[in-house]
């Protein structure tokens, strides 16, 4: 069993649309929570950490639930800039080593 | 431009040639970072520097790989006897102790070993 599993997708979504997709991750210690986007053929962007009381920023909504070891993230009113690869990823010990999963690829289409 | 820089940005190298590749973190940061990623999977951890102190390394990370933070600000990651399954984008990312490790990647360097 990998330690983040990520449904890889494509989600096609219809600008203006609301998309959630979910991560489920392995090791119950884990102590931090991110989801990063990354574009075709470049470095993975920091979206958002993710909180314990769950956490917005603009169009973003990230969810953590600790009992159920699984993250998720809505984004509201799709733009066409969104269409990118989202990489869900653990922080499983005190010191920084991530763990990334596959990544969700999402396509937002006019 | 005060982001984390990587150079070179891409390296075509021949099989059993040693290449290195080089990464400037953040200024302030004083954590850094190695991955590697290969096409359609999430970066894999390789080695991680607090400072100059190399304080953790992957089992990914054969005797053929060596990294380096000489004076706790860039970094050096070799690579000896290059073999085709090294072909991958090697990221760097670096972070501030105390930031909830929020780590920021460079552009990555992109390896095709032929």
């Known amino acids: 069993r990998k330690e983040v599993e990520q449904d890889p997708g494509p989600f096609n979504v219809p600008e203006g649309a609301t998309v959630a997709f979910n991560c489920t991750y392995s090791n119950s210690a884990s102590q931090s929570f991110f989801w990063y986007r990354q574009d075709c053929r470049k470095e993975p962007k920091l979206l958002m950490s993710v909180y314990s009381s769950g956490n917005e920023d603009g169009r973003f909504t990230a969810q953590l639930n600790r009992a159920s070891q699984y993250i998720s993230l809505l984004i509201r009113d799709s733009k066409l800039s969104d269409s990118a690869t989202y990489l869900c990823?653990?922080?499983?010990?005190?010191?920084?080593?991530?763990?990334f999963g596959a990544g969700t690829q999402v396509v937002v289409t006019p | 431009d005060t982001g984390v820089s990587q150079n070179p940005r891409h390296k075509i190298t021949k099989r059993g040639q040693n290449v290195t590749f080089r990464c400037d973190p953040i200024?302030?940061?004083?954590?850094l970072y190695w991955y590697r990623q290969t096409l359609g999977q999430g970066p894999e951890f390789l080695t991680y520097?607090?400072?100059?102190?190399?304080?953790?390394k992957s089992r990914l990370l054969s005797d053929r790989f060596s990294a380096e933070r000489p004076k706790g600000s860039f970094s050096t990651l070799e690579i000896q006897r290059t073999e085709q399954g090294d072909s991958a984008m090697y990221l760097c990312?670096?972070?501030?102790?105390?930031?909830?490790?929020?780590?920021?990647f460079g552009p990555g360097t992109r390896l095709t070993v032929t």
């Open positions: 990823v653990v922080n499983p010990v005190n010191w920084g080593k991530l763990q």
């Open positions: 520097f607090q400072n100059e102190a190399q304080l953790e």
């Open positions: 200024s302030e940061h004083n954590r």
């Open positions: 990312a670096s972070s501030v102790r105390g930031s909830s490790y929020e780590q920021y």
